[in-house]
């Protein structure tokens, strides 16, 4: 059974930081998280089982001189906020495990498939020792297996999840392969979450509906997908009626979101109650077309992220973003170093090593931003 490190009450926020993921066999896509604000908010679980697998990796390091492996990291986009963020934490991470910086070798897929598929065989070619892989379309992901696996290298699959059937294959198989993140799920519901849980449930005008756009990030990608229907799902299941009034895609950017939004702005104007976006970038972005319509967020619209980029974060403290859900890139990027030393060593993983999202509103925004310092 799937267990993941809840990171949903804040003053566990700091613990979370280190503790990182919990672990598990079972594929993220075998159950939806609760759509209910008391399911969300659980109570977190034992340290023992969020501890496991930085443990063994800490136990191995010990013992073993990583020095000369050789780590390969594909990450779908440099641009993109969040990996950036990412990244640059799991690089430091490695070092820190005792990887030396010239054997880690972090390659920006340009989000093109057909590139990184192209790195991916380099590093094959050069010998890594394992490979980190954020891959441009989940949907590439047999194939990529089928690459890495034929190559006898481990394979740690971040951020973006392959499907049920993939990650049941590598369990079947027993191979070398896991995935680290979260279940996008959690987090489009915490986002519809937030504005159910306001005084008037999003219904600015009162009609007894919540009229909505939504920003979706790259529809290939299942974060995509999932928050674009579990936040609105939240909604429904809290008995609020909604009317989508445009869904467009945005693809992560921030200046493709302040496009999109000023154009639903200009054709809907005042009735546009809310404003959800799949991650903080294009929110930012709807914010810049939002305030350049005249409107006010929190009085006109409310508008929502996911990610907790900083200045996201900053926004929400100012009344400037309604709320956003906090995507922990310190314990994912921890836990994906973690695995591919365990790998490395012979200790293994789970195939799947899952943490969960945080909601951010004002009330705890302050601990966030001080959780990222």
Request: glycine share 6%; hydrophobic share 40%; aromatic share 6%.
């Amino acid at each position: 059974m799937k267990k993941v490190l809840s990171l949903l009450t804040v003053s566990a926020m700091a613990v979370s930081m280190v503790t990182g993921c919990g672990s598990s066999s079972t594929p993220a896509t075998t159950a939806a998280p609760a759509t209910t604000a008391a399911a969300a908010e659980t109570t977190a679980a034992p340290a023992a089982t969020a501890e496991t697998t930085a443990a063994a990796a800490a136990t191995a390091t010990t013992s073993t001189d990583l020095s000369d492996k050789k780590v390969g990291v594909c990450i779908y986009q440099f641009s993109d906020n969040f990996m950036t963020l990412f990244r640059n934490e799991l690089q430091n991470y490695l070092v820190s495990l005792g990887f030396k910086a010239e054997n880690i070798s972090i390659v920006d897929g340009a989000n093109d498939q057909a590139t990184q598929t192209n790195q991916i065989q380099n590093f094959i070619t050069s010998g890594v020792d394992v490979l980190i892989i954020n891959p441009v379309n989940s949907s590439s992901a047999a194939t990529i297996t089928d690459m890495v696996q034929a190559a006898n290298i481990p394979l740690v699959y971040i951020n973006r999840e392959p499907n049920a059937d993939e990650e049941k294959r590598w369990e079947d198989n027993n191979w070398n392969v896991t995935y680290v993140g979260c279940d996008a799920r959690q987090s489009g519901t915490m986002q519809g979450q937030i504005i159910a849980d306001l005084p008037d449930k999003g219904d600015i005008n009162g009609d007894g509906q919540v009229s909505y756009i939504m920003i979706e990030g790259d529809p290939e990608n299942v974060d995509a997908q999932y928050r674009t229907e579990f936040s609105i799902k939240a909604l429904e299941d809290a008995g609020i009626k909604v009317n989508k009034l445009d869904d467009q895609v945005g693809n992560w950017d921030q200046a493709q979101a302040q496009s999109l939004v000023a154009n639903a702005l200009a054709q809907h104007g005042k009735d546009i109650e809310v404003v959800f976006c799949n991650n903080d970038a294009m929110a930012l972005g709807a914010l810049q077309a939002i305030e350049a319509a005249g409107e006010t967020v929190g009085k006109d619209v409310y508008l929502l992220g996911v990610d907790a980029l900083q200045e996201a974060c900053e926004n929400v403290k100012n009344g400037k973003q309604t709320g956003t859900v906090f995507n922990d890139h310190i314990s994912q990027s921890h836990s994906a170093a973690d695995a591919a030393v365990n790998y490395i060593t012979g200790a293994g993983n789970d195939h799947y090593i899952g943490c969960d999202y945080v909601k951010v509103t004002t009330e705890n925004v302050d601990d966030v931003l001080n959780a990222l310092k």
